[in-house]
T-cell receptor, first 111, second 112 residues
């Protein structure tokens, strides 16, 4: 069955450093991969989408890589700030609009 | 635009009771979906709809019904609540041709 893992359940990092979150998957051939941010008590918010034929995508301080051979995506937040503290979810999609979500990684950026 | 709205925000039910979780969007999105979120398990798809009059099952549909009579509304019905349905429920929508999902604020449901 399809399985998505996101590195650790929680990640602590010092302000100003680069946070790197990992999303690994098995038994799946996604057409694209998305990253969402979720704050406590709120719904997820879309951040970035990367397609299977793309290696890297950037948006401001965010960078996503997608390696379909390793079946892995890395999500980087550079110059991290306490306001970046949240849970980050990866989601894999096929050519339709249905998604499979990972369990999330809770990031804490310490001042 | 209000985006995706959900009511109620919190609900407590007794085992066997039924209820409807409401979801509405004002963005004219064709695709709408319902997820449940449980600790350590991520979001799991319950039901989805690609347009008015069309619904289909997701990964965990048992115990839930949906209907889509209008583009705007996509209610989720619990027919006979069970403690295993204690969860946070999210509704989401996507515009045509896009994979970006817009989520509502969620409904926290407890079944005792």
């Amino acid at each position: 069955s399809q399985k998505i893992e996101q590195n650790s359940e929680a990640l602590n990092i010092q302000e100003g450093k680069t946070a790197t979150l990992t999303c690994n998957y098995t038994n799946y051939s996604p057409a694209y991969l998305q990253w969402y941010r979720q704050d406590p008590g709120r719904g997820p918010v879309f951040l970035l989408l990367i397609r299977e034929n793309e290696k890297e995508k950037r948006k401001e301080r965010l960078k996503v890589t997608f390696d379909t051979t390793l079946k892995q995506s890395l999500f980087h937040i550079t110059a991290s700030q306490p306001a970046d503290s949240a849970t980050y979810l990866c989601a894999l999609g096929d050519y339709g609009q249905n998604f499979v979500f990972g369990p999330g990684t809770r990031l804490s950026v310490l001042p | 635009n209000a985006g995706v709205t959900q009511t109620p925000k919190f609900q407590v039910l007794k085992t066997g009771q039924s209820m409807t979780l409401q979801c509405a969007q004002d963005m004219n999105h064709e695709y709408m979906s319902w997820y449940r979120q449980d600790p350590g398990m991520g979001l799991r798809l319950i039901h989805y709809s690609v347009g008015a009059g069309i619904t289909d099952q997701g990964e965990v549909p048992n115990g839930y019904n949906v209907s889509r009579s209008t583009t705007e509304d996509f209610p989720l019905r619990l027919l006979s609540a069970a403690p295993s349905q204690t969860s946070v429920y999210f509704c989401a929508s996507s515009p045509p041709g896009s994979q970006e999902q817009y989520f509502g604020p969620g409904t926290r449901l407890t079944v005792t």
